[in-house]
């Protein structure tokens, strides 16, 4: 099998594939953060780094790349994810007129010169509108919606476009039920002992008080918001394990079956005995359903962009172990 993946990131798609215990393939990935990269290589040291998406080229059955990089391959899949706050309903909503909408393009492009058997791409969820623009340039297949919390700790609702190539050479779309409900909470994931690094001060949560009105509540036996780069006040998410202070919101996240989803304006925590704390970059792998210190050769700081930034991995496993029953 032939993978080529577009903004590889960590690579978490390799995690996915081996989840379904297949280790016959070979990975390309075009990704140029330096700390993915790293964690990459580490974890999955025979991928195969094609560099910069927008040095792609593939003619004559040939991938190449800027550092002339060249090999005979037909690929099976191909894979992208890009960075999403043009389309998110969290961020400007720019859009197509966003400078950095022109990687979609590049994707395009990409997949009308590769022709893989299967293509999947995945974004957040957007205005219909926008939507519809990405259908229209990708074969007008619509996207299944697939909310993370099925399959995980945490509320992530992303749109999922899955093609399969016909012998026309124009592609149909793949239907993917949903997952199945597994009932996993935020109790389930967090660790028992955390360095007190991560705890808040009694003058932090008393400040945290008087902002009540934008916070957003964790209980441990909900969801967890949506992990998002976009957060602000020391940008990590928070948890909450019981209520100290009443208010209407807090009581709106106590009273609701799931977690709230983070916003740029939101402030995302949980509580562990009368104290808040940050979620530890241990725990955010686990509501990303990726394994136990996977990125933890880099900085924290990395890892949470990383995790905030990626898929959740039994989301996609769940989508490929459909492909896979086919490739």
């Not at 580490?42 to 593939?58: F, G, K, L, R, S």
């Not at 705890?199 to 009540?212: A, G, P, Q």
């Not at 304006?265 to 955010?284: A, Q």
Request: aromatic share 18%.
């Amino acid at each position: 099998m032939k993978i080529l993946s577009l903004f590889d990131w960590m690579s978490c798609w390799q995690i996915a594939i081996n989840k379904l215990w297949i280790t016959d393939y070979t990975y390309y990935a075009s990704e140029i953060d330096k700390y993915a990269i790293q964690v990459t290589q580490h974890n999955y040291p025979n991928t195969i780094q094609v560099w910069d998406v927008t040095w792609i080229e593939y003619k004559n059955n040939c991938l190449k790349t800027e550092n002339t990089f060249m090999v005979n391959e037909r690929f099976d899949l191909l894979i992208w994810w890009s960075p999403c706050q043009w389309f998110s309903f969290a961020g400007k909503q720019l859009n197509f007129e966003d400078e950095r909408s022109k990687l979609f393009f590049e994707f395009v492009r990409i997949l009308k010169e590769v022709k893989p058997k299967y293509f999947l791409l995945e974004n957040v969820k957007m205005k219909k509108e926008f939507q519809d623009v990405i259908s229209e340039y990708l074969y007008w297949v619509n996207p299944i919606e697939i909310n993370s919390s099925l399959v995980s700790a945490q509320n992530r609702k992303r749109l999922y476009w899955v093609w399969e190539l016909q012998e026309d050479w124009t592609y149909k779309k793949v239907e993917i039920e949903q997952p199945e409900d597994r009932k996993i909470y935020l109790k389930d994931i967090i660790e028992n002992e955390v360095d007190k690094w991560y705890f808040f001060s009694e003058d932090i949560m008393n400040n945290l008080k008087k902002y009540e009105s934008n916070s957003r509540l964790s209980p441990l036996d909900l969801k967890s918001s949506t992990l998002n780069t976009m957060q602000w006040w020391h940008r990590q998410p928070k948890i909450c394990a019981m209520q100290v202070w009443q208010s209407k919101n807090f009581w709106n996240a106590w009273g609701s079956d799931k977690g709230y989803t983070i916003k740029t304006n939101t402030w995302h925590w949980v509580m562990w005995e009368n104290y808040i704390r940050k979620l530890t970059p241990l725990e955010c792998e686990r509501l990303q359903t990726v394994p136990d210190n996977y990125t933890s050769i880099v900085s924290n700081s990395q890892r949470y962009k990383m995790l905030w930034n990626w898929w959740t991995v039994d989301v996609i496993v769940h989508i490929l172990s459909n492909l896979f029953l086919n490739l």
